[in-house]
């Protein structure tokens, strides 16, 4: 059974999640669109670029993100000026954080997914009078959509195990920024914590294997021919 702060851990790590991931989608579908559809200059590095965060230590993406969003910092300052939003110490800022860590797995994972969608069928469409919009939302749509369902998935997953951005961005504060692997880090710290560290690190291991399986079956739909086939 988990105490009452587990819960709460579970729950601030939840929000953190959804709220990461479904506020980062509408990008990451554009980014994902452009990159495999559309040629333009600096594609290479644009894609570089949102891959970044895989290969750089998670604390220099903290670093970044204080530069940037901190209260001095060049979007934070405007942001507190401008619209009142604080993101450091708060657990916005540690859900921006998760997105960013999020961004280049659901990017890839929705990449491939449109890239495996048969541009023939879209050109039938096209010579059978569709419009653009018709065709994105009645085919491009609805095959991409495991893909995107996966990169979503993958998402939720690398959110909620997300540490060293987080604590190097919004600090470890409980309640408020204390997320599930920032509460492990933490009861490995304090006499006595071990219980709650294995309590809290089972639950770590369940939401991942459900989150990797769920993608897995979703991307094997997608090999199979889309949402049309069975799994």
């Not at 590095?45 to 530069?67: I, S």
């Amino acid at each position: 059974m988990l105490s009452a702060q587990e819960w709460e851990i579970l729950g601030l790590s939840l929000k953190v999640g959804m709220v990461a991931v479904f506020a980062i989608l509408p990008l990451a579908f554009l980014l994902a669109w452009a990159l495999a559809r559309w040629r333009f200059p600096g594609k290479l590095f644009l894609d570089a670029l949102v891959h970044l965060p895989l290969v750089l230590p998670p604390v220099v993406t903290g670093w970044l993100l204080l530069l940037l969003f901190g209260t001095n910092g060049l979007i934070g300052r405007w942001l507190a000026e401008s619209l009142g939003v604080i993101l450091l110490f708060r657990w916005t800022g540690a859900a921006l954080a998760a997105a960013i860590m999020a961004l280049p797995l659901m990017v890839r994972a929705m990449r491939l997914s449109i890239e495996a969608v048969d541009r023939r069928l879209e050109d039938a469409a096209r010579t059978l009078g569709a419009g653009a919009a018709r065709i994105f939302l009645t085919m491009s749509l609805p095959l991409a959509m495991p893909g995107i369902l996966a990169g979503i998935t993958l998402g939720f997953a690398r959110s909620i195990g997300e540490f060293g951005a987080t604590i190097t961005f919004v600090s470890d504060i409980p309640g408020e920024t204390r997320t599930l692997p920032i509460a492990i880090y933490a009861g490995l710290q304090t006499p006595g914590g071990e219980a709650m560290v294995s309590r809290l690190a089972i639950l770590s291991v369940l939401l991942s294997l459900g989150a990797l399986m769920i993608s897995e079956l979703l991307a094997r739909r997608m090999a199979q021919g889309g949402p049309y086939n069975g799994l």
